[in-house]
């Protein structure tokens, strides 16, 4: 059962806890970020939602107490500063920092262009990195600490074919972000959670993804566009209750690193630990077997 925001906040001495957490929310146009936004203004919190075209959003039950719209486009470091200047200036403070922005690029490695490959880096990826930079910035000078989510995917941990290089922008988030994990001090209270959906039925494998332009004739075994039209509004997992574990994990005492979300997700990541540690039993004696002799 998920918590609400009242029986997270028990202490009512607590001033941290009672008072409404400011969430600011990349990629709020649909799917999860839509959902997410919901979410927290069910729960009597406050929201910046940012889109590169903000003037697009729209949600009901916000005013001006509780709501800010805000473009931001992740791949340009001025307009991340701006929206964090604007949510400042709005409510004060931010205390969850949700980096959903991003999309899905499918494909045969051999099919794709640079282009879409360092697309694909530098919104999954470096876009993500430069909100989190500034997100750690605010929270740190605040003195308030905060929560950090970084969407990845089960694609984070497993290795998808036909989706080589989102897998790689998804895996270079989880190494940064417990690396970053870290190096922050404990007094800081900056915790981060990468959130690592299965499949939800989002726009994500519909008109948001991106397919190779020109298919290397030497795939003739694989359909990266057909396989996705065929899954598009068949996944398991309903948006809304994923929302609703982001929120549940970010008003936590103490947030996991990870989380998977999603049946097909958490069946996933199982299989992946036993076969890793069967892997790492196996081949024991090799890799202890290589310190210098005294």
Not at 73 to 92: H, M, P, Q, R
Not at 100 to 106: D, E, H, K, V, W
Request: glycine share 8%.
């Amino acid at each position: 059962m998920f918590l609400t925001a009242a029986k997270q906040r028990q202490d009512p001495n607590d001033e941290s806890k009672a008072a409404p957490r400011v969430f600011l929310i990349t990629g709020t146009s649909t799917g999860f970020g839509a959902e997410l936004v919901k979410v927290v203004l069910s729960n009597g919190d406050r929201v910046v939602a940012t889109a590169r075209n903000s003037s697009k959003l729209s949600f009901d039950g916000t005013d001006d107490s509780n709501y800010l719209a805000v473009d931001l486009d992740v791949t340009k470091k001025e307009s991340i500063n701006a929206a964090f200047d604007a949510a400042l200036k709005k409510f004060g403070s931010v205390d969850v920092v949700v980096n959903n922005a991003g999309y899905g690029l499918a494909g045969e490695f051999e099919s794709l262009s640079d282009e879409q490959i360092r697309t694909q880096m530098e919104i999954n990826f470096f876009g993500l990195v430069d909100v989190t930079r500034r997100a750690m910035e605010v929270m740190r000078e605040s003195g308030r600490g905060g929560v950090i989510q970084q969407i990845t995917s089960i694609g984070g941990q497993i290795g998808v074919p036909a989706f080589s290089i989102y897998c790689a922008s998804k895996w270079a988030v989880e190494g940064f972000t417990e690396a970053v994990s870290k190096e922050v001090k404990p007094e800081w209270n900056i915790r981060f959670t990468c959130i690592e959906p299965g499949g939800f039925r989002t726009d994500w494998a519909g008109r948001s993804m991106d397919f190779a332009a020109d298919k290397n004739p030497a795939y003739d075994h694989m359909d990266a566009k057909k396989s996705m039209g065929e899954r598009h509004g068949t996944q398991a997992g309903d948006p809304y209750k994923a929302a609703k574990a982001w929120y549940q994990l970010a008003v936590m005492p103490d947030p996991p690193l990870r989380c998977v979300v999603g049946t097909d997700a958490y069946k996933t990541i199982k299989k992946k630990l036993e076969e890793y540690g069967d892997n790492v039993k196996r081949f024991e004696e090799l890799s202890n077997g290589t310190d210098v002799d005294e």
